[in-house]
């Protein structure tokens, strides 16, 4: 748990989120603190000059319009943050959790499920880079009504959860384009599955209709005495027939059935010859195998 690079939080945090929400985050991190209201001005109002009006030419007078109401507005808008110094709290809390799991011989290898504080933290500034690009001042786009530019905005927010819900139910196995995807983040040797979310229901309803009443079935890597009995009480389709799953240890007798869920760090420690085995039944996304279920009584 502690044998992992100083920067493990940072490139998790990095590979984890939409890369969509990535950059409106920096943009609502960029646009929630006071600026030199000359600087931004500058910034804004040349947004708005270089080459728009070529671009644009009937629609030059809007783009004096905006750049005259940048001119106008900014200063007073940018000489006080919306909520002062709490943008500071917001983003050093974000700041405190990734150097906090930064610091040397903190263990930390348990995914991105250690920096969930972090993550509704930076949709803060999400939501603040979302208005800020519907405000851009730019002639082209300040030109449609306001309705149309949210609609849009909307859309581009909506996009990015369209990745996410392919991979549902294993919401944890979710990584961003910065990545290659799941298949590109196993190719580089992250952790696909750390607490087997893949194992779905549907996976257990196929193990628990192979088996007899009562049978016993290997479970692997058991990372914890209390997570086999946890995976039988929350699937009704095991408790049905009352089948349990145990730990695996490789002692004889062997059971049956093993339900393997892909642990990289947990996985070495297995047999090859094991690993090897066909699944009978198993859960992948983007290529890449989360769940299976293989036959311990075939021959190997």
Avoid: M
């Avoid at 974000?94 to 799991?101: G, T």
């Avoid at 910065?178 to 309803?205: H, K, P, Q, T």
């Amino acid at each position: 748990d502690v044998a992992v690079p100083w920067h493990y939080p940072w490139v998790l945090f990095t590979v984890t989120i939409p890369v969509g929400l990535l950059l409106l985050g920096a943009l609502g991190v960029w646009g929630a603190f006071p600026r030199r209201a000359g600087l931004s001005t500058s910034v804004e109002a040349r947004l708005v000059r270089w080459n728009f009006p070529h671009l644009f030419p009937r629609r030059a007078g809007l783009s004096r319009s905006v750049e005259a109401a940048s001119h106008e507005n900014i200063a007073s808008r940018e000489q006080a943050s919306p909520l002062g110094r709490g943008w500071w709290l917001v983003l050093g809390t974000i700041v405190f959790f990734l150097v906090l799991f930064s610091a040397p011989r903190v263990p930390v290898y348990d995914g991105e499920r250690l920096l969930l504080p972090v993550f509704p933290l930076w949709a803060v500034f999400v939501g603040i880079g979302a208005k800020r690009l519907v405000d851009l001042p730019i002639a082209g786009w300040q030109s449609r009504p306001p309705s149309r530019r949210w609609i849009c905005v909307a859309a581009f927010l909506l996009f990015q959860g369209i990745g996410i819900a392919w991979f549902r139910p294993a919401w944890l196995s979710y990584y961003n384009a910065l990545a290659g995807g799941l298949w590109g983040a196993e190719r580089l040797g992250f952790e696909v599955s750390y607490w087997g979310d893949g194992i779905s229901e549907n996976l257990l309803r196929d193990v628990a209709h192979r088996c007899q009443e009562g049978e016993a079935v290997g479970f692997a890597p058991s990372l914890a005495p209390f997570q086999p009995p946890g995976l039988v009480f929350a699937s009704p389709s095991l408790a049905e027939k009352q089948v349990r799953l145990i730990g695996w240890n490789g002692e004889e007798p062997r059971p049956k059935w093993l339900v393997l869920y892909h642990r990289r760090a947990d996985l070495n420690g297995l047999p090859p010859p094991l690993l090897d085995r066909p699944s009978v039944a198993e859960v992948r996304k983007q290529g890449v195998w989360l769940a299976r279920v293989i036959s311990l009584t075939e021959p190997e």
